[in-house]
């Protein structure tokens, strides 16, 4: 069964610096979401893109944030200038469509970000 | 706003059912689902059901809504070690075509011999 696949699987980073997490959606999928997880608590979502723009994001998706799809294959999601409050488990998701038609989302393993 | 709530743990002893229980305060969810995490993993979904129903069953699981109370839950019959894990419950309404779930913080169940 095909999968959205994360990398890296955990990353470590000093605060202030700028991080890239990436994730390769499911091939014919058009929809994708970051969400977050921070420990103990509950997930969260961040953002939804689509035909290469932002279709709705959450308060937590502040200018510190931001996505992209470079290519055909990868969606990313950039912190400019990491805080100590953005270690958390960030999780990828994609569907074959988004609106109009309930599709489960399928999710990837999530990528650990620590910042020390 | 959506609020998601339920137990965090549960402790079973394999072969027993397990029940996971779970409340929401949107009273115009339209989806209401159960995800799985299993360690170091994702989140799988594990079944939804629509509001217009009341039960749903597949295999060994069986999702019960009551939607007067708010009220989602999950019951595993037969319970084996390998369901060991945490899951997740979660709404969404679909209103203007969103279906972004509200999750809640998970329940872990622990499956001992």
């Known amino acids: 069964e095909p999968e959205v696949t994360q990398t890296p699987s955990h990353q470590v980073t000093q605060m202030g610096q700028e991080v890239i997490l990436r994730c390769v959606p499911i091939?014919?999928?058009?929809?994708f979401y970051w969400y977050r997880q921070i420990l103990g608590q509950k997930v969260e979502f961040l953002v939804s893109?689509?035909?290469?723009?932002?279709?709705?994001k959450s308060e937590i998706f502040d200018d510190q944030f931001s996505v992209e799809r470079p290519d055909g294959s990868n969606f990313t999601l950039k912190i400019r200038s990491t805080k100590l409050e953005d270690s958390a488990m960030y999780f990828c998701?994609?569907?074959?469509?988004?609106?109009?038609?309930?599709?489960?989302?399928?999710f990837g393993d999530g990528t650990r970000l620590s910042i020390l | 706003g959506e609020d998601v709530e339920q137990s965090l743990f549960l402790s079973v002893r394999e072969g027993d059912s397990s029940v996971i229980n779970c409340t929401y305060t949107?009273?115009?969810?339209?989806?209401l689902y159960w995800y799985k995490q299993e360690p170091g993993a994702g989140l799988q979904l594990l079944t939804y059901?629509?509001?217009?129903?009341d039960m749903k069953q597949d295999q060994r699981l069986t999702v019960l809504l009551n939607k007067k109370d708010k009220h989602l839950s999950l019951r595993i019959a037969d319970t084996q070690t390998g369901d060991s894990a945490i899951y997740f419950c979660?709404?969404?309404?679909?209103?203007?075509?969103?279906?972004?779930?509200?999750f809640g913080r998970g329940t872990s169940l622990i499956v001992h011999p």
């Open positions: 949107d009273s115009s969810s339209t989806y």
């Open positions: 091939s014919n999928h058009l929809y």
């Open positions: 893109f689509y035909n290469n723009e932002i279709s709705e």
């Open positions: 059901i629509f509001s217009n129903m």
């Open positions: 998701a994609s569907t074959q469509e988004g609106q109009g038609r309930y599709q489960p989302q399928h």
């Open positions: 979660a709404e969404s309404t679909g209103s203007g075509g969103s279906y972004i779930p509200t």
